[in-house]
C-alpha cells in the first residue's frame, strides 16, 4: 500500500477514537491553589484516552529546566500504614510529553487497576494535587547522539510520551533532514493519543512559526498494532527484518553513517530493537559518550 493511502486510512480509524477521547477530556484549567503537600503540583486538565490510557497536565515550577525527552519522579501520597498512621509518597519515573518551552507539564500514563500508584493517578482530576520530583534525567536526549541526517523514534505503548516532547522541540527538525515516528499498539485505540498529537503538530501555527516554515514535511509517522486489525499490522522489528517497514516509507535500511535512533518501549521490546540497531551497524550512546542510538531504561510499558 502506498504510504500516502495508508496515512489516509489510518487516519479514519484514529478519528472516531479520538472524538471518543476527547468526549472525556476536563479541558477547563483551574485557579492554582496553594500546595498542601511537598514539591506539589496542580492538575490543569486530564484526558482518558481508552480504559487504559490517561494524559494529564500540571502546572510547571518557575525555576525548572529541562531537556526534551527528560523524566522525572512524579506521585501521590500512599495509603496511611494501618498501624502509625504515617503516609509516604508513591514515586514513579515518568517521561515528560511537553515540551522544554512549555509552562506546563504533560504525561502521558497507563492505568493498572492494583497498581501501587496508576491505580490512585488514574482518578485525578483539575484542581487536584501531584507530587513532582523537579530533576528531570533520562538518556533520550539530542546530546546522547553523534550528528546524523534521519532520526528514528521507535515506540511501543506510552512510550511514545519523550517522543511527544521531541517532535515539539526545534532542535529535532533543525538537526536532521527527516524524522520517522514508529508506534506500535496492540488496538487502535491505544495509538489515538501519538497519532492526534502528529496532526497537531502538523496543523499547529505556533510551532510552523516557532521551528520554522515547512518542518512538518520533515516528519513521517508509522503506526502499527499487534493484535486489532489496521491498515498496517505487525511489530516493528518483524516490519524491519522483512525491509517491509523500508518499502512502505521509500527509505534505506538503517546505517550508521546516515541514521540515529531512539527507543522507548517495554523491556522485551527495547532488547529486541537494540540487537537489531547493532546489527545494523550503530551503537548505543549516552550524555556522556554520544553514539548512533540511545535507550530510555527507566520506562516499562
Not at 523524566?71 to 508513591?90: A, E, R, S, Y
Not at 500508584?117 to 528531570?136: W, Y
Request: proline share 7%; hydrophobic share 35%; aromatic share 8%.
Amino acid at each position: 500500500m502506498p504510504i500516502d493511502d495508508f496515512m489516509n486510512e489510518m487516519t479514519q480509524v484514529t478519528d472516531t477514537a479520538a472524538q471518543n477521547a476527547a468526549n472525556y477530556d476536563n479541558a477547563a484549567a483551574p485557579q492554582r491553589a496553594v500546595p498542601a503537600l511537598p514539591d506539589a503540583q496542580t492538575v490543569t486538565q486530564v484526558t482518558h484516552w481508552t480504559d487504559k490510557l490517561f494524559s494529564f497536565r500540571i502546572t510547571r515550577p518557575a525555576s525548572m529546566r529541562f531537556r526534551s525527552g527528560e523524566f522525572v519522579m512524579i506521585g501521590l501520597m500512599g495509603d496511611p500504614h494501618p498501624d502509625t498512621g504515617k503516609q509516604k509518597p508513591l514515586l514513579r519515573a515518568y517521561s515528560i510529553a511537553s515540551p522544554s518551552w512549555d509552562d506546563e507539564l504533560e504525561f502521558y500514563s497507563i492505568k493498572v487497576q492494583d497498581g501501587p500508584l496508576t491505580s490512585k493517578l488514574q482518578h485525578i482530576q483539575p484542581g487536584d494535587e501531584v507530587i513532582l520530583r523537579p530533576k528531570p534525567v533520562g538518556t533520550l536526549v539530542h546530546d546522547a547522539l553523534l550528528p546524523g541526517k534521519r532520526l528514528w523514534l521507535f515506540a511501543t505503548g506510552t512510550g511514545f510520551a519523550p517522543f511527544a516532547s521531541l517532535l515539539r522541540d526545534p532542535q529535532t527538525f533543525e538537526d536532521y533532514d527527516e524524522v520517522i515516528v514508529t508506534h506500535t499498539c496492540r488496538t487502535v485505540g491505544e495509538l489515538t493519543y501519538g497519532a492526534q498529537l502528529i496532526e497537531d503538530i502538523r496543523s499547529n501555527e505556533m510551532l510552523e512559526e516557532l521551528i520554522g516554515d515547512g518542518f512538518a514535511t520533515k516528519l513521517r509517522y508509522y503506526p502499527t498494532t499487534t493484535r486489532e486489525e489496521s491498515p498496517k499490522m505487525g511489530r516493528i522489528t518483524a516490519l524491519m527484518r522483512s525491509g517491509e517497514v523500508f518499502d512502505d516509507l521509500g527509505v534505506p535500511p538503517l546505517s550508521p553513517e546516515n541514521d540515529r535512533a531512539m527507543i522507548c518501549g517495554n523491556m522485551a521490546f527495547n532488547l529486541e530493537l537494540k540487537d537489531l540497531l547493532e546489527e545494523y551497524g550503530l551503537h548505543e550512546g549516552a550524555n556522556s559518550a554520544p553514539r548512533e542510538y540511545v535507550v530510555e531504561k527507566a520506562f516499562l510499558d
